[in-house]
Every structure is written in structure tokens, then in C-alpha cells.
């Protein structure tokens, strides 16, 4: 079996390290804009050579669409233009609803399946790829029904065989759910980050003051912004949506604060607590 990687980098990557621990005979094949990431790639044993990408998608049964979303979007009509018969392509982007319009009339649309594997690091790039990012996650399968029966088995056991956990949801439910469970928190972070930079002028007291707590709440504005402004525009009616409900919050807490009503402010951090029973269950499961 042959596998095209078009884009080689976190998500991409770490991909190929899982599989081909598990199918030590397929054969991988990466598509880079970068030159120097598909150098990369192959140094690291992500893919075994870099094609271009017509050469690639045409002689591949399985190809991973594995770029930043505005880049899915482009490419996915013409991977099915150009894909054999017998090939099936995936996607991995973190927005499901205009990835899966932009190909729900195309003549080959049941050789796409629309997916969200629900991992990911601040880091990005062949480097950041890692073995063990994908393994004990979630991975969401949207709009399965429209995927041809032989496509959709060969994607499901491929991330179930790697250890990942499948869910289904239609693409407006995916990215209704993300917009408060991942691409807020995003937001937050890149804000606090802002805020911090904004009035510690000083970096060397932001380093000497950081504490643990501020860095992991801080971590996920490291990520890449070419990858983090198409989610947000592709999902803008959910995302600010998010931000309003967040922000809201925001304004009940100050207001709190800045009457001094320490048992509002009291109740407001018990209540959230509760995330901490949620969470908890989840990673029980």
C-alpha cells in the first residue's frame, strides 16, 4: 500500500510514525510546499521520498490531506480529480463543515472521508512529529454516510489500529463542539499572551516571574498562526459565538471582583470546578 502525506508536518508526521510502526510494508510517500520540510521528512523517516504532487496522489490507495485548512480546501477537489479509482482521501483539518461543502457535489465525492484527529502540540513542522501523538485519542468521522463503504473501512481501521478511539458527528456538530472545546481556548491563550506582552515590557521579568501556571495556560499561544487563522475564519459564526459566551463570563467575573463580593467570585470558581469531574471521566474512559 502506498500512502501520499501532503503536508509533512506535527499532524502529518506523526501519522506516518504511527502507522508504519503498525504496517511496516507500506510505503510512504510525502508532498511539501517547503523544500527544506520535505528534506526534513525524509530524514526522519516520516515519509521514504518526496514526490510532486500530481506524481504522488495519482499512484497512491490512500492519501492524508494533513495542511492547514485553507490549504485542504484548495487541494481536496483536485486530489479527487486526480486520485486512481481505487484510492481513498482523508483529511485531517480541524473545521468540517466548509471542508466538506467544497467537494459534497463532486462526482468522486464517496472516495473522501472528513476527519478531525483530536491531538495536536503547540509545536509544528516535520520536527515536532512524534510516534505517540495520535495513539489514545479521539478521532472524529463526519458526514460518514456520503463516504464509499470501502474508503470508510480502510480509514477506520487504520487510526482504530494505531489506538485511536472513533467518534461520528455531522460537520456542523464538529464544528460547533470545537469552537468551544479547542478553538476558544486557543483564543485564550493567544490573548492572554497579548495582554502579558502588552504590559511586562520587561521579558526577562516574565521569565523570572512565570510560574508553572502561567505557562500552561499560556502554552497554546505558541501555535502556528498560519494554521490557526483559518480555523478561526472557516468557523467564525461558532468561534465568536464561543467568544461571547466566554466573554460574558469574563464581565460577570470582574464585576465581582471589582465590588469586592468575594462569595460571587467564590461561586463562579466553584461551579468551574466541575470541569475537573468532566475531565476526570473522560480520561477514564
Not at 500512502?3 to 502507522?19: C, E, H, R
Not at 510516534?131 to 485519542?137: A, N, S, T, Y
Not at 497554546?220 to 472557516?234: C, G, N, R, Y
Given at each position: 500500500?502506498?500512502?501520499?502525506?501532503?503536508?509533512?508536518?506535527?499532524?502529518?508526521?506523526?501519522?506516518?510514525?504511527?502507522?508504519?510502526?503498525?504496517?511496516?510494508k507500506v510505503r510512504f510517500v510525502g508532498v511539501d510546499a517547503s523544500m527544506v520540510h520535505g528534506q526534513l521528512a525524509v530524514a526522519k523517516g516520516l515519509v521514504d521520498e518526496v514526490l510532486p504532487f500530481e506524481q504522488a496522489v495519482s499512484q497512491s490507495d490512500l492519501v492524508v490531506l494533513a495542511t492547514p485548512v485553507n490549504t485542504i480546501i484548495e487541494l481536496l477537489p483536485t486530489v479527487l480529480d486526480t486520485l486512481p479509482h481505487f484510492g481513498t482521501v482523508v483529511d485531517l483539518g480541524s473545521t468540517k463543515e466548509t471542508i466538506c461543502a467544497v467537494v459534497d457535489d463532486h462526482v468522486r465525492r464517496a472516495q473522501f472521508v472528513a476527519a478531525h484527529p483530536m491531538a495536536g502540540t503547540e509545536n509544528s513542522g516535520p520536527g515536532a512529529a512524534f510516534?505517540?501523538?495520535?495513539?489514545?485519542?479521539?478521532?472524529?468521522i463526519c458526514d460518514r454516510e456520503k463516504s464509499r463503504p470501502d474508503s470508510l473501512t480502510l480509514v477506520e481501521s487504520i487510526f482504530r489500529d494505531i489506538g485511536m478511539k472513533l467518534f461520528y458527528m455531522t460537520p456542523q456538530e464538529h464544528d460547533l463542539h470545537l469552537a468551544y472545546v479547542s478553538h476558544l481556548s486557543h483564543i485564550s491563550a493567544f490573548a492572554l499572551g497579548l495582554t502579558v506582552l502588552e504590559k511586562e515590557k520587561d521579558e526577562q521579568t516574565i521569565f523570572d516571574m512565570a510560574s508553572t501556571g502561567f505557562s500552561s495556560t499560556v502554552r497554546?499561544?505558541?501555535?502556528?498562526?498560519?494554521?490557526?487563522?483559518?480555523?478561526?475564519?472557516?468557523n467564525r459564526q461558532n468561534v465568536s459565538q464561543a467568544l461571547s459566551d466566554y466573554i460574558e463570563f469574563l464581565q460577570q467575573f470582574k464585576t465581582a471582583i471589582d465590588a469586592g463580593d468575594t462569595g460571587e467570585s467564590f461561586g463562579f470558581m466553584a461551579r468551574a470546578n466541575v470541569i475537573r469531574r468532566v475531565l476526570e471521566g473522560i480520561d477514564k474512559k
Open positions: 500500500m502506498t500512502i501520499s502525506i501532503i503536508g509533512t508536518g506535527l499532524l502529518g508526521g506523526s501519522f506516518a510514525l504511527a502507522v508504519r510502526e503498525k504496517y511496516p510516534r505517540d501523538l495520535l495513539p489514545g485519542k479521539n478521532l472524529i497554546l499561544a505558541k501555535s502556528s498562526p498560519a494554521m490557526w487563522a483559518p480555523i478561526f475564519d472557516q
